[in-house]
């Protein structure tokens, strides 16, 4: 009897049209890491084969997918006082590996079918009913994070392991991925993670936080993600995974060419860069600067904090920087002032930084810097992510966790190192010697605020040794109250140079240390 009360409850509560089997389970990270090693003991099969074939790119093209819209009213917990919704993205287009969703409460958990009358398809029509066991593209989040009579995209979760989230106050610029492999190899191709399962937790009302599981499924691996989102003026995700890799046959038995994994990209950001105050490749456009990101902060495990300017090269750039437990990294947006952007469409500077918080130690490893040339500002052509020296072994579980921090202001993000800061770098062609070029770096900070023109604070630079530095000089910066330090280098060939430079008095490091790689434009 208390059985059929307690199905009849979940029938009132879970509208019909979505209702399918359900299940007594509670859902934790350990029920999803459970499913995720016995898939991991099967070769990886593609959810692009559940597709009906006219949601396949070849029938369904951009504009076509672009008229179709879901319906606001028809949003996943609109029908009750929570303090989020869910939406839901059509199948189809380049979106062709559905996702299948499920919904949890704390005891009971069930499948979210593909519901057709959720979508408004204007003009267009299909040539069959879509079967309700086709899933979805992907997901957004709602959430009143700007005003609180009004629903805000918090974040959304499309195509293959990325996502990206907004504080208040944010556009969308950057992404976050679940994995990301062989990234930036030149030998193979870099393999692409999916997630394939998820489970949504039923948030309670005036629950600040809302709670996402995931199943990741690729051909060398199977993951599971617990995600546990806090928006805000910068909005937290925190993330636990544990990833299982397969052995090799079951990889080849999905991939005959697939070699073994150089690099395990994890907590991997995406961002674009076309040019800034730093680019030597110039663009006929109106505008100064166009990014979503302007640099990669890091800091190390020895207190070290790093900046590397972003840039747009010629030809692929693939930097490593070795480090051991590692603080933090990330893509960050420092230029917020429009008038460097003068862009009124885009706003580029209201993009949220994005900083990778370790939570534990993660040992030894590298954080890598790839990036891409581009010809425009549609494609995110730079990648960041942290590769462990130690790679994990098949079928061993391999967990790590980490927060991300959505945000403006560095401040608030609480990316403050005891270090001033790089705020700009610019460079050009010494007028004197056009086989010599010259970089303008401007530091500033409370740290720089004590010294004169008379007692100024040195600068400490250095190269590879297929360049020389001929010539450094301090100057005090009068428009910003810190210090421009003027580089002259002299490359020996055609290969890339890596710089550092940072201001210090006496054994006191004064600033961030700002690396950069340069090669010919």
Same mark, same amino acid.
């Given at each position: 009897?208390?059985?059929?009360?307690? !199905?009849?409850?979940?029938?009132?509560?879970?509208?019909?049209?979505?209702?399918?089997?359900?299940?007594?389970?509670?859902?934790?990270?350990?029920?999803?890491?459970?499913?995720?090693?016995?898939?991991?003991?099967?070769?990886?099969?593609?959810?692009?084969?559940?597709?009906?074939?006219?949601?396949?790119?070849?029938?369904?093209?951009?504009?076509?997918?672009?008229?179709?819209?879901?319906?606001?009213?028809?949003?996943?917990?609109?029908?009750?006082?929570?303090?989020?919704?869910?939406?839901?993205?059509? %199948?189809?287009?380049?979106?062709?590996?559905?996702?299948?969703?499920?919904?949890?409460?704390?005891?009971?958990?069930?499948?979210?079918?593909?519901?057709?009358?959720?979508?408004?398809?204007?003009?267009?029509?299909?040539?069959?009913?879509?079967?309700?066991?086709?899933?979805?593209?992907?997901?957004?989040?709602?959430?009143? !994070?700007?005003?609180?009579?009004?629903?805000?995209?918090?974040?959304?979760? +499309?195509?293959?392991?990325?996502?990206?989230?907004?504080?208040?106050?944010?556009?969308?610029?950057?992404?976050?991925?679940?994995?990301?492999?062989?990234?930036?190899?030149?030998?193979?191709?870099?393999?692409?993670?999916?997630?394939?399962?998820?489970?949504?937790?039923?948030?309670?009302?005036?629950?600040?936080?809302?709670?996402?599981?995931?199943?990741?499924?690729?051909?060398?691996?199977?993951?599971?993600?617990?995600?546990?989102?806090?928006?805000?003026?910068?909005?937290?995700? /925190?993330?636990?995974?544990?990833?299982?890799?397969?052995?090799?046959?079951?990889?080849?038995?999905?991939?005959?060419?697939?070699?073994?994994?150089?690099?395990?990209?994890?907590?991997?950001?995406?961002?674009?860069?076309?040019?800034?105050?730093?680019?030597?490749?110039?663009?006929?456009?109106?505008?100064?600067?166009?990014?979503?990101?302007?640099?990669?902060?890091? *800091?190390?495990?020895?207190?070290?904090?790093?900046?590397?300017? +972003?840039?747009?090269?010629?030809?692929?750039?693939?930097?490593?920087?070795?480090?051991?437990?590692?603080?933090?990294?990330?893509?960050?947006?420092?230029?917020?002032?429009?008038?460097?952007?003068?862009?009124?469409? /885009?706003?580029?500077?209201?993009?949220?930084?994005?900083?990778? *918080?370790?939570?534990?130690?993660?040992?030894?490893?590298?954080?890598?810097?790839?990036?891409?040339?581009? *010809?425009?500002?549609?494609?995110?052509?730079?990648?960041?992510?942290? /590769?462990?020296?130690?790679?994990?072994? %098949?079928?061993?579980?391999?967990?790590?966790?980490?927060?991300?921090?959505?945000?403006?202001?560095?401040?608030?993000?609480?990316?403050?190192?005891?270090?001033?800061?790089?705020?700009?770098?610019?460079?050009?062609?010494?007028?004197?010697?056009?086989?010599?070029?010259?970089?303008?770096?401007?530091?500033?900070?409370?740290?720089?605020?004590?010294?004169?023109?008379?007692?100024?604070?040195?600068?400490?630079?250095?190269?590879?040794?297929?360049?020389?530095?001929?010539?450094?000089?301090?100057?005090?910066?009068?428009?910003?109250?810190?210090?421009?330090?003027?580089?002259?280098?002299? %490359?020996?060939?055609?290969?890339?140079?890596?710089?550092?430079?940072?201001?210090?008095?006496?054994?006191?490091?004064?600033?961030?240390?700002?690396?950069?790689?340069?090669? !010919?434009?």
């Amino acid at each position: 009897m208390k059985r059929l009360l307690c !199905l009849a409850l979940i029938m009132a509560i879970w509208p019909a049209g979505r209702l399918a089997a359900y299940e007594y389970a509670e859902v934790s990270l350990d029920y999803v890491a459970a499913k995720a090693k016995v898939r991991a003991q099967k070769p990886f099969q593609s959810p692009r084969v559940e597709l009906p074939d006219f949601l396949r790119e070849d029938k369904l093209d951009y504009d076509h997918y672009h008229q179709i819209a879901f319906r606001d009213e028809d949003a996943l917990w609109a029908s009750e006082p929570l303090p989020f919704r869910v939406e839901f993205f059509h %199948p189809g287009y380049i979106y062709s590996e559905p996702i299948h969703v499920n919904e949890f409460t704390l005891t009971h958990v069930q499948p979210i079918r593909f519901v057709q009358d959720w979508f408004d398809y204007r003009t267009l029509h299909f040539p069959k009913q879509i079967p309700a066991d086709t899933g979805y593209a992907g997901f957004k989040i709602l959430y009143p !994070l700007n005003q609180s009579n009004k629903w805000d995209e918090l974040g959304a979760f +499309l195509g293959a392991s990325y996502f990206r989230l907004l504080g208040a106050g944010q556009v969308y610029g950057q992404s976050a991925r679940g994995l990301a492999l062989d990234c930036g190899e030149t030998d193979r191709p870099e393999e692409f993670p999916i997630f394939t399962d998820w489970w949504l937790g039923k948030p309670s009302k005036g629950e600040d936080r809302i709670k996402l599981y995931a199943i990741l499924d690729s051909v060398s691996c199977v993951g599971a993600y617990e995600f546990i989102i806090i928006p805000g003026a910068t909005t937290l995700m /925190n993330v636990d995974a544990r990833i299982y890799f397969r052995e090799a046959d079951k990889i080849h038995a999905a991939n005959p060419d697939r070699k073994p994994n150089k690099t395990v990209g994890m907590a991997p950001l995406t961002s674009m860069f076309w040019f800034g105050k730093a680019s030597e490749r110039k663009f006929d456009d109106y505008r100064a600067e166009v990014h979503d990101s302007d640099g990669l902060l890091m *800091q190390l495990g020895n207190k070290e904090v790093l900046w590397r300017p +972003l840039t747009d090269p010629s030809i692929m750039s693939h930097q490593v920087f070795i480090a051991k437990d590692i603080s933090g990294f990330g893509l960050i947006q420092r230029e917020r002032n429009f008038a460097n952007y003068q862009d009124i469409f /885009n706003h580029y500077d209201q993009t949220p930084s994005v900083w990778v *918080q370790p939570n534990g130690l993660w040992g030894e490893g590298e954080i890598h810097l790839v990036e891409l040339p581009t *010809q425009n500002e549609y494609m995110d052509n730079v990648v960041a992510f942290w /590769n462990p020296k130690e790679q994990p072994q %098949p079928l061993k579980e391999y967990p790590f966790s980490y927060t991300l921090k959505w945000g403006l202001s560095e401040a608030d993000m609480g990316l403050t190192f005891d270090k001033d800061k790089v705020t700009s770098t610019r460079i050009g062609v010494d007028a004197r010697d056009p086989k010599v070029r010259q970089f303008a770096i401007d530091f500033a900070g409370p740290k720089l605020k004590p010294y004169t023109a008379e007692n100024p604070p040195q600068a400490i630079t250095s190269c590879s040794a297929n360049a020389g530095i001929s010539d450094s000089q301090v100057f005090p910066n009068p428009y910003n109250g810190g210090w421009r330090v003027v580089i002259k280098l002299e %490359p020996h060939n055609q290969d890339p140079v890596d710089l550092r430079c940072t201001l210090q008095k006496g054994e006191e490091v004064l600033t961030e240390t700002w690396t950069y790689h340069w090669s !010919l434009p």
